[in-house]
T-cell receptor, first 114, second 118 residues
Protein backbone atom coordinates (compact mmCIF):
# COMPACT_ATOMS: atom_id res chain seq x y z
CA UNK A 1 0.00 0.00 0.00
CA UNK A 2 1.76 3.14 -1.24
CA UNK A 3 1.97 6.02 1.15
CA UNK A 4 1.87 9.72 0.31
CA UNK A 5 4.28 10.60 -2.48
CA UNK A 6 5.65 13.99 -3.45
CA UNK A 7 7.69 15.32 -6.35
CA UNK A 8 10.21 16.62 -6.88
CA UNK A 9 12.42 15.84 -3.88
CA UNK A 10 14.51 18.97 -4.21
CA UNK A 11 14.12 22.16 -6.21
CA UNK A 12 16.20 25.28 -6.67
CA UNK A 13 14.62 28.45 -8.03
CA UNK A 14 15.52 32.13 -8.22
CA UNK A 15 13.56 35.05 -6.86
CA UNK A 16 10.52 36.00 -8.93
CA UNK A 17 10.11 32.59 -10.50
CA UNK A 18 7.11 30.29 -10.14
CA UNK A 19 7.10 26.71 -8.85
CA UNK A 20 4.70 23.76 -8.89
CA UNK A 21 4.91 20.94 -6.36
CA UNK A 22 2.99 17.69 -6.69
CA UNK A 23 1.43 15.23 -4.27
CA UNK A 24 -0.31 11.88 -4.57
CA UNK A 25 -2.34 10.87 -1.53
CA UNK A 26 -2.34 7.56 0.26
CA UNK A 27 -4.67 4.99 -1.27
CA UNK A 28 -8.23 5.50 -0.06
CA UNK A 29 -7.67 9.11 1.00
CA UNK A 30 -9.59 11.97 -0.58
CA UNK A 31 -8.35 14.98 1.39
CA UNK A 32 -4.99 16.66 0.82
CA UNK A 33 -3.35 19.31 2.98
CA UNK A 34 -0.18 21.31 2.38
CA UNK A 35 2.22 22.61 5.01
CA UNK A 36 5.32 24.78 4.91
CA UNK A 37 8.12 23.98 7.33
CA UNK A 38 10.92 26.54 7.69
CA UNK A 39 14.22 25.38 9.12
CA UNK A 40 13.95 24.74 12.86
CA UNK A 41 10.21 25.40 12.95
CA UNK A 42 7.05 23.37 13.09
CA UNK A 43 4.97 22.89 9.93
CA UNK A 44 2.57 25.74 9.11
CA UNK A 45 -0.77 24.96 7.46
CA UNK A 46 -1.18 26.41 3.96
CA UNK A 47 -4.48 24.95 2.75
CA UNK A 48 -6.58 21.82 2.44
CA UNK A 49 -8.39 20.40 -0.58
CA UNK A 50 -11.41 18.13 -0.66
CA UNK A 51 -13.59 17.28 -3.66
CA UNK A 52 -11.41 19.54 -5.81
CA UNK A 53 -12.24 22.58 -3.68
CA UNK A 54 -10.13 24.54 -1.21
CA UNK A 55 -11.84 23.85 2.10
CA UNK A 56 -9.55 25.52 4.60
CA UNK A 57 -6.77 28.06 4.23
CA UNK A 58 -4.05 29.21 6.56
CA UNK A 59 -2.45 32.62 6.79
CA UNK A 60 -0.61 32.58 3.47
CA UNK A 61 -0.75 35.16 0.68
CA UNK A 62 -2.54 34.63 -2.62
CA UNK A 63 0.81 33.81 -4.23
CA UNK A 64 0.18 30.35 -2.82
CA UNK A 65 -2.49 28.51 -4.76
CA UNK A 66 -3.44 24.91 -5.27
CA UNK A 67 -5.47 22.44 -7.17
CA UNK A 68 -6.90 19.00 -6.62
CA UNK A 69 -7.58 16.61 -9.46
CA UNK A 70 -10.40 14.04 -9.79
CA UNK A 71 -7.96 11.29 -8.76
CA UNK A 72 -7.38 13.25 -5.50
CA UNK A 73 -3.78 14.17 -6.33
CA UNK A 74 -2.87 17.78 -5.73
CA UNK A 75 -0.55 20.57 -6.79
CA UNK A 76 0.81 23.51 -4.85
CA UNK A 77 1.78 26.57 -6.90
CA UNK A 78 3.81 29.46 -5.61
CA UNK A 79 4.22 32.60 -7.73
CA UNK A 80 6.74 35.43 -7.44
CA UNK A 81 9.09 33.44 -5.23
CA UNK A 82 11.13 35.27 -2.65
CA UNK A 83 13.89 34.15 -0.34
CA UNK A 84 11.50 33.56 2.57
CA UNK A 85 9.72 30.84 0.61
CA UNK A 86 12.73 28.55 1.05
CA UNK A 87 11.42 25.66 3.15
CA UNK A 88 10.37 22.03 3.25
CA UNK A 89 6.89 21.68 1.75
CA UNK A 90 4.94 18.79 3.17
CA UNK A 91 1.84 17.20 1.77
CA UNK A 92 -0.51 15.19 3.97
CA UNK A 93 -3.54 13.10 3.12
CA UNK A 94 -6.44 11.85 5.20
CA UNK A 95 -9.61 9.84 4.54
CA UNK A 96 -11.73 12.92 5.22
CA UNK A 97 -11.65 16.36 6.77
CA UNK A 98 -12.98 15.53 10.20
CA UNK A 99 -11.02 16.01 13.36
CA UNK A 100 -10.92 12.26 13.84
CA UNK A 101 -9.11 11.77 10.54
CA UNK A 102 -5.38 11.36 10.96
CA UNK A 103 -3.19 13.08 8.42
CA UNK A 104 -0.34 11.04 6.95
CA UNK A 105 2.61 12.91 5.54
CA UNK A 106 4.80 12.51 2.50
CA UNK A 107 8.59 12.92 2.44
CA UNK A 108 8.37 16.56 1.43
CA UNK A 109 9.88 18.78 -1.26
CA UNK A 110 12.86 20.89 -0.26
CA UNK A 111 12.59 24.26 -2.05
CA UNK A 112 15.55 26.62 -2.13
CA UNK A 113 15.07 30.13 -3.48
CA UNK A 114 18.25 31.99 -4.44
CA UNK B 1 -7.23 30.56 18.17
CA UNK B 2 -5.44 27.33 18.78
CA UNK B 3 -1.85 27.15 19.96
CA UNK B 4 0.64 24.43 20.87
CA UNK B 5 3.71 25.05 23.00
CA UNK B 6 6.69 22.74 23.26
CA UNK B 7 9.00 24.54 25.65
CA UNK B 8 11.85 22.03 25.37
CA UNK B 9 13.89 22.90 22.31
CA UNK B 10 16.45 20.13 22.69
CA UNK B 11 16.92 17.20 25.04
CA UNK B 12 19.99 14.97 25.26
CA UNK B 13 19.92 11.64 27.08
CA UNK B 14 22.05 8.56 27.33
CA UNK B 15 20.64 5.35 25.91
CA UNK B 16 18.30 3.46 28.24
CA UNK B 17 17.29 6.61 30.10
CA UNK B 18 13.62 7.55 30.25
CA UNK B 19 12.67 10.88 28.73
CA UNK B 20 9.49 12.96 28.75
CA UNK B 21 8.58 15.48 26.07
CA UNK B 22 6.18 18.20 27.17
CA UNK B 23 3.26 19.63 25.20
CA UNK B 24 0.83 22.34 26.31
CA UNK B 25 -2.08 23.38 24.12
CA UNK B 26 -4.68 26.15 23.95
CA UNK B 27 -8.09 25.89 22.33
CA UNK B 28 -11.59 27.28 22.84
CA UNK B 29 -13.29 24.21 21.43
CA UNK B 30 -14.65 21.42 23.57
CA UNK B 31 -14.03 18.90 20.78
CA UNK B 32 -10.45 18.66 19.63
CA UNK B 33 -7.76 16.13 18.80
CA UNK B 34 -4.15 15.91 19.83
CA UNK B 35 -1.35 14.24 17.90
CA UNK B 36 2.31 13.38 18.19
CA UNK B 37 4.50 13.05 15.13
CA UNK B 38 8.16 12.02 14.81
CA UNK B 39 10.42 13.63 12.22
CA UNK B 40 13.69 11.77 11.61
CA UNK B 41 16.52 13.44 9.65
CA UNK B 42 14.94 12.23 6.40
CA UNK B 43 12.21 14.83 6.95
CA UNK B 44 9.05 12.76 6.69
CA UNK B 45 6.61 13.20 9.57
CA UNK B 46 5.65 9.86 11.07
CA UNK B 47 2.33 9.61 12.91
CA UNK B 48 2.60 8.21 16.45
CA UNK B 49 -0.70 8.75 18.23
CA UNK B 50 -4.05 10.58 18.18
CA UNK B 51 -6.21 11.36 21.24
CA UNK B 52 -9.59 13.04 21.35
CA UNK B 53 -10.67 15.53 23.97
CA UNK B 54 -13.21 13.14 25.48
CA UNK B 55 -10.75 10.42 26.31
CA UNK B 56 -8.27 11.20 29.06
CA UNK B 57 -7.04 7.65 29.48
CA UNK B 58 -3.31 7.33 29.30
CA UNK B 59 -2.01 5.13 26.53
CA UNK B 60 1.00 2.85 26.31
CA UNK B 61 2.46 1.39 23.14
CA UNK B 62 5.64 -0.55 23.71
CA UNK B 63 8.25 1.87 25.04
CA UNK B 64 6.01 4.87 24.32
CA UNK B 65 3.38 6.28 26.66
CA UNK B 66 1.22 9.38 26.62
CA UNK B 67 -0.28 11.35 29.51
CA UNK B 68 -3.27 13.52 28.59
CA UNK B 69 -4.50 15.93 31.27
CA UNK B 70 -7.29 18.36 30.35
CA UNK B 71 -6.98 20.15 33.70
CA UNK B 72 -3.53 21.39 32.75
CA UNK B 73 -4.06 21.33 28.95
CA UNK B 74 -1.10 19.03 28.55
CA UNK B 75 -0.36 15.99 26.41
CA UNK B 76 3.07 14.71 27.39
CA UNK B 77 4.99 11.92 25.71
CA UNK B 78 7.36 9.56 27.53
CA UNK B 79 9.88 7.21 25.96
CA UNK B 80 11.03 4.48 28.32
CA UNK B 81 14.51 2.99 27.95
CA UNK B 82 15.41 5.31 25.09
CA UNK B 83 17.41 4.03 22.11
CA UNK B 84 19.63 5.75 19.57
CA UNK B 85 16.95 5.15 16.91
CA UNK B 86 14.63 7.41 18.91
CA UNK B 87 16.77 10.41 17.97
CA UNK B 88 14.53 12.75 15.98
CA UNK B 89 12.43 15.88 16.26
CA UNK B 90 9.09 15.25 17.91
CA UNK B 91 6.06 17.45 17.21
CA UNK B 92 2.86 17.82 19.14
CA UNK B 93 -0.14 19.02 17.12
CA UNK B 94 -3.75 20.06 17.65
CA UNK B 95 -6.79 19.82 15.39
CA UNK B 96 -10.12 21.44 16.12
CA UNK B 97 -11.88 19.66 13.26
CA UNK B 98 -15.30 18.41 14.24
CA UNK B 99 -17.06 15.21 13.33
CA UNK B 100 -18.97 16.69 10.39
CA UNK B 101 -16.04 17.61 8.22
CA UNK B 102 -15.19 21.13 7.21
CA UNK B 103 -11.51 20.71 7.56
CA UNK B 104 -9.03 19.39 10.08
CA UNK B 105 -5.96 21.61 9.82
CA UNK B 106 -3.18 20.81 12.23
CA UNK B 107 -1.51 23.42 14.42
CA UNK B 108 1.97 22.28 15.37
CA UNK B 109 4.33 23.19 18.16
CA UNK B 110 7.91 24.14 17.38
CA UNK B 111 9.16 20.64 18.11
CA UNK B 112 11.63 19.06 20.53
CA UNK B 113 14.91 17.72 19.20
CA UNK B 114 15.72 14.49 21.05
CA UNK B 115 19.29 13.20 20.94
CA UNK B 116 19.97 9.77 22.37
CA UNK B 117 23.64 8.95 22.77
CA UNK B 118 25.44 5.71 23.57
Amino acid sequence: DAGVTQSPTHLIKTRGQQVTLRCSPKSGHDTVSWYQQALGQGPQFIFQYYEEEERQRGNFPDRFSGHQFPNYSSELNVNALWLGDSALYLCASSPGGRGTDTQYFGPGTRLTVL
Amino acid sequence: AQKVTQAQTEISVVEKEDVTLDCVYETRDTTYYLFWYKQPPSGELVFLIRRNSFDEQNEISGRYSWNFQKSTSSFNFTITASQVVDSAVYFCALSEGGLTGGGNKLTFGTGTQLKVEL
